[in-house]
């Protein structure tokens, strides 16, 4: 049975999109997590080069060994080859879908709760309040494999290489190992409250603006509605990547801060008499003060 259309708005979901989407809970949360970590493989190039560029200038170096993305990852081809460019791909697959299976999974059946009245398109707060829940908990699960992809993708067999290039691990499940018996288990969720606040503002944007410029799209009347774009993969494109450009430019700084942190040499403080030395970064001693040395 076709759904019903409210004040010019077309239904609520596309004919042919089963009535309990949003709801179809582990599926729909697979289905999520399974697409970014295909789309990875593609990916992983540009992945490997913003982790490279972030850590360009620290310790207040002022030379510059990338010019931009395109560049950096020529470079790191020219000198590594295609493992160099894909440095890092088994995390980064693990990491997407992993963190998506939460972070986009989460987010409709999250809505629905907030928003039950499906006559009616959810406002934009509760979108971003959504997207928030969503997000955050996909960054504090998935911590572990953030670190260990951010460090594999560092270590660069480049004379000039940037960033610290102590890590050095033999493939995915070593850098767990090697991280859980020389740092510690709790070494895996270093930086976790950066990265929720990351994954806060790029999930609640992305969601946020993919869902309300797709319902902008397909109006009847009024909004984006003189475009004429009908609901398909092309719509779907479009909105998928105008909300990714807004959702890296409103996280971009919180994802700096978060590479430094996770890639810094790491040291123990010598225990005192109330109990074992605390474990603290050589570079900075946490979010703000790596804010500080970067500005």
């Not at 972030?54 to 000198?79: D, M, P, W």
């Not at 709790?186 to 929720?196: D, K, M, N, Q």
């Not at 430019?249 to 030395?277: H, I, K, M, W």
Request: proline residues 5%; contains cysteine.
């Amino acid at each position: 049975m076709a759904a019903t259309k409210h004040n010019g708005l077309p239904p609520l979901q596309p004919e042919k999109v089963p009535a309990n989407y949003g709801k179809r809970g582990f599926v729909g949360m697979a289905i999520a997590g399974i697409g970014p970590s295909l789309a990875a493989v593609i990916t992983n190039p540009f992945d490997v080069a913003k982790v490279r560029m972030q850590l360009q200038g620290e310790g207040g170096s002022k030379s510059k060994v990338y010019t931009n993305s395109f560049q950096c990852i020529h470079k790191t081809f020219r000198a590594e080859g295609l493992v160099g460019i894909q440095r890092g791909l088994s995390a980064s697959m693990l990491r997407e879908g992993s963190k998506n299976f939460f972070r986009i999974g989460l987010f409709h059946p999250t809505l629905v709760v907030l928003h039950a009245d499906h006559a009616s398109p959810a406002p934009i707060w509760k979108r971003l309040v959504a997207g928030s829940i969503s997000g955050a908990v996909g960054a504090m699960i998935c911590n572990p494999i953030e670190i260990v992809k951010t460090r594999v993708q560092a270590s660069s067999m480049l004379p000039d290489a940037v960033g610290y290039q102590g890590y050095k691990y033999a493939g995915l499940l070593d850098a767990f190992r090697v991280i859980v018996r020389t740092e510690g288990v709790r070494a895996l969720w270093i930086g976790t409250s950066v990265s929720t606040v990351r994954s806060i503002l790029a999930t609640s944007v992305n969601m946020t603006a993919n869902s309300a410029l797709k319902e902008a799209l397909l109006r009847k009347q009024g909004g984006l509605s003189w475009l004429g774009m009908q609901a398909g993969p092309l719509t779907d494109g479009v909105c998928s990547l105008v909300a990714a450009f807004l959702a890296v430019l409103a996280n971009n700084p919180a994802d700096v801060v978060r590479t430094r942190l996770y890639n810094q040499p790491f040291e123990t403080l010598p225990a005192t008499g109330s109990g074992p030395g605390r474990r603290v970064g050589k570079w900075y001693a946490g979010a703000f003060d790596c804010v500080g040395k970067i500005l």
